[in-house]
T-cell receptor, first 113, second 111 residues
């Protein structure tokens, strides 16, 4: 069974631009969660999608948004990038949103210049 | 919101040593996760436990729900165990916060 995949793996953007990151969950998994990891704040929950619906959202500004498609693939978008958005963005998938065992992708490392 | 504290933040040890990493949290939970993150970013789930003890190879995880505390032990440590170890707790009652993570313990095992 293929694992969680994320594209792209690395991204460099400049302030003010927008970015879209993609996550393909394990086949059959319908829950996708997104996390941001920075050296200062560690891992923080961004949002969670299940069956194309956003179930939960973390404490992030509205510049951070996401969606999930009918095939469970998920995208997250960050608009008007700021330097502080530089981070590793991880997604994780589960069959259903139980937080019993999330399978993490390799992450997308975003650098904002 | 649950506060999750890990200690130590950094740990350097010699190969073969017994390693202990601690995690405490502020609000009662049903289960706790231990995760491992290698350089490069990939995260692997090591354990999910809700009571007692679990063992997988040289890794042992324990939890005391009443004391709101969990420990991860590594026996006969090896340089390949060098990684960041992170504990995480799920939201209570399927709440809106997703997993809450500790800041991680950066472990280096020297040969």
């Amino acid at each position: 069974k293929a694992g969680v995949t994320q594209t792209p793996r690395y991204l460099i953007k400049t302030r003010g631009q927008q970015v879209t990151l993609s996550c393909s969950p394990i086949s059959g998994h319908r829950s996708v969660s997104w996390y941001q990891q920075t050296p200062g704040q560690g891992l923080q929950f961004l949002f969670e999608y299940f069956s194309e619906t956003q179930r939960n959202k973390g404490n992030f500004p509205g510049r951070f948004s996401g969606r999930q498609f009918s095939n469970s693939r998920s995208e997250m978008n960050v608009s008007t990038l700021e330097l502080g958005d530089s981070a590793l963005y991880l997604c994780a998938s589960e069959g259903t949103p139980s937080y019993n065992e999330q399978f993490f992708g390799p992450g997308t490392r975003l650098t904002v210049l | 919101k649950n506060e999750v504290e890990q200690s130590p933040q950094n740990l350097t040890a010699q190969e073969g040593e017994f390693i202990t990493i601690n995690c405490s949290y502020s609000v009662g939970i049903s289960a706790l996760h231990w995760l491992q993150q290698h350089p490069g970013g990939g995260i692997v789930s090591l354990f999910m436990l809700s009571s007692g003890k679990k063992k997988h190879g040289r890794l042992i995880a324990t939890i005391n729900i009443q004391e709101k505390h969990s420990s991860l032990h590594i026996t006969a440590s090896h340089p390949r165990d060098s990684a960041v170890y992170i504990c995480a707790v799920p939201p209570r009652g399927g709440g809106a916060d997703g997993l809450t993570f500790g800041k991680g313990t950066h472990l280096i095992i020297q040969p």
